[in-house]
């Protein structure tokens, strides 16, 4: 890039993405880096709080009642799930998705035509769904404590039930990471440090009562990270 | 401070462990957390979408947008980092001003004279940043720097202008527009550092 002015700054790119002034490829780029760049993320997350006075100082404005009902239809309009005959052929899942897990994960890979290096994981773990396909792929990537969680075939679940994804501590102690999602990817953190050999198992909860401490019944999945 | 007063920073730390509780029962997928969650925040944050956006239309659809996002990732608010209304107001700012681009390039192709219609001089609600020693020190610092880096980091933060829209609207060359962000930028760092 050819400098605009001899006397201007180096641009700081933290400041700029926060003020909005970073656009296009210069933003993707950033933004692209930003993903695993702790020190970036905290940069981004230090200018936020230098501008945070300029948001907190606009008057609160009540919205209109209609607004939270909006959101609501919204959230239960993307939460239908309402398969439940597959439901019945939970205990099949359970007994071939053990087993397979490891075993279909590079096939998964290329069959799915999810791109390692697009994926940039270098531990996964394929969950398989009540198919015994593969319902989700969990990586992780370098020494971050995120799961990065992809939805591929998920199990169809009852609309109030959900899929609860645990991890065993050194201790053997179970603690709850998240929900899996229906669709998409999702990143989630790890409450308590990832290890290679971490295990992570899945349990079918009610959304309504999620357990924080143990499963309220039977895992249906359990596995660990394989290196790829 | 009389007798049975709450001290507004005790009060508000407290407000931030209960909101914190809150997103985190949201990343579990706990609509009753997400609906107390709303309660507390949503006129801050339909404040802030308004000031960017002006027109009501846009900014309901836009709130409901910024707290879709706040549902769906919960998992990446980082206590640490943020406390929980930076990190939610952060979120509806940002709507606001994808909103507010993607608006402004119909405009654009339609009617370019109607680019700007929006950049009123209140673009920077410096008198209210007076109420908290955050926005004191914001303010103080916001005065030391040079009326037309101030001028250009306000459009921007609450505009979402280009450097290029930067440059149109001021009637500069867009690498002064740009020197006038970076020394802003670089001026407000030192200033508001500890």
């Known amino acids: 890039m050819t400098q605009q002015n001899q006397k201007s700054p180096a641009p700081d790119l933290a400041g700029e993405y926060v003020l909005g002034t970073l656009q296009g490829?210069?933003?993707?780029?950033?933004?692209?880096?930003?993903?695993?760049?702790?020190?970036?993320?905290a940069e981004v997350s230090a200018w936020e709080q230098r501008f945070?006075?300029?948001?907190?100082?606009?008057?609160?404005?009540?919205?209109?009642?209609?607004?939270?009902?909006n959101i609501e239809?919204?959230?239960?309009?993307?939460?239908?799930?309402?398969?439940?005959g597959i439901w019945s052929s939970l205990g099949f899942w359970r007994n071939l998705g053990m087993v397979m897990a490891s075993l279909v994960m590079v096939l998964t890979l290329t069959l799915f035509g999810i791109d390692r290096a697009d994926f940039e994981m270098d531990r996964v773990l394929v969950v398989m769904n009540d198919q015994s396909q593969a319902g989700w792929i969990i990586g992780t990537a370098g020494s971050g404590g995120q799961l990065h969680v992809k939805a591929v075939a998920p199990t169809q679940v009852p609309k109030d039930k959900v899929c609860q994804l645990w991890m065993e501590t050194n201790d053997g102690r179970l603690v709850s990471v998240g929900i899996?999602?229906?669709?998409?990817?999702?990143?989630?953190?790890?409450?308590?440090?990832?290890?290679?050999?971490?295990?992570?198992k899945i349990s079918i909860e009610p959304?309504?009562?999620?357990p924080a401490t143990k499963p309220s019944g039977e895992f249906v999945f359990e596995g660990g990270l394989a290196s790829i | 401070m009389a007798v049975g007063e709450i001290d507004p920073k005790i009060a508000n730390a407290a407000r931030n462990e209960q909101l914190k509780a809150l997103l985190a029962a949201c990343t579990l997928k706990d609509r009753k957390a997400f609906a107390q969650l709303y309660e507390m925040t949503s006129s801050k944050l339909y404040g802030v979408i308004l000031r960017i956006l002006v027109r009501d239309t846009w900014a309901q659809d836009c709130l409901q947008e910024a707290y879709i996002k706040i549902w769906n990732s919960a998992d990446s608010y980082r206590p640490y980092l943020a406390a929980p209304t930076t990190w939610m107001a952060t979120i509806a700012r940002n709507q606001a001003l994808d909103l507010l681009r993607r608006r402004r390039r119909e405009v654009q192709m339609a009617e370019p004279e109607k680019l700007l219609e929006a950049s009123d001089s209140k673009t920077m609600p410096l008198e209210r940043l007076q109420q908290s020693d955050e926005g004191r020190r914001l303010n103080d610092c916001l005065e030391q720097i040079k009326s037309q880096q101030r001028?250009?980091?306000?459009?921007?933060?609450?505009?979402g202008l280009t450097h290029e829209e930067l440059a149109s609207q001021t009637g500069t060359p867009l690498g002064t527009a740009?020197?006038?962000?970076?020394?802003?930028?670089?001026?407000l760092k030192r200033c508001l550092e500890p």
Not at chain 1, 52 to 69: F, G, H, N, S, T
């Open chain 1, 52 to 69: 945070a006075p300029m948001l907190e100082a606009i008057e609160p404005v009540k919205p209109p009642v209609d607004a939270w009902r």
């Open chain 1, 73 to 84: 239809q919204r959230l239960d309009s993307s939460s239908q799930r309402d398969k439940a």
């Open chain 2, 151 to 159: 001028q250009v980091i306000a459009l921007a933060y609450f505009k």
């Open chain 1, 25 to 41: 490829e210069r933003q993707a780029d950033f933004e692209h880096r930003l993903k695993e760049d702790t020190a970036l993320q």
């Open chain 1, 207 to 210: 959304v309504a009562e999620l």
């Open chain 1, 180 to 200: 899996l999602p229906e669709r998409g990817a999702e990143r989630m953190n790890v409450p308590v440090s990832l290890r290679s050999d971490s295990r992570f």
């Open chain 2, 178 to 187: 740009k020197t006038w962000i970076r020394r802003g930028l670089e001026q």
